[in-house]
């Protein structure tokens, strides 16, 4: 068998450079319509919905931390949702407290 070792900068570049067209796009997608707006905020929760406590007979045994921040392009979702609720707020004066 021939082993190839992979070096770990290298690797982590190709996943950057993957990513970059995404990041990209969703940074520079404007909100201009009031639904899409609406349907962003009900799709990209507020909090992450991995984070959990585990309960067993009434006593805590485990907890789960939020896994949202593990995914590359987390900072990038969580901004198209600030500008989905700033889209609604300022364009569209609309009380976005339901999306809080």
Do not use: T
Request: glycine share 4%; proline share 7%.
């Amino acid at each position: 068998m021939v082993y190839f070792p992979i070096n770990q900068n290298q690797s982590s570049r190709q996943s950057v450079n993957f990513l970059s067209p995404i990041r990209q796009w969703l940074n520079n997608l404007e909100i201009r319509n009031e639904s899409v707006a609406h349907l962003i905020c009900r799709l990209i929760p507020v909090q992450c919905p991995f984070e959990r406590e585990i309960y067993l007979l009434g006593r805590k045994i485990g907890y789960i931390p939020p896994l949202c921040q593990i995914n590359p392009l987390y900072q990038e979702v969580v901004g198209l949702r600030f500008r989905a609720l700033c889209y609604l707020a300022d364009e569209c004066g609309q009380d976005v407290r339901c999306y809080c």
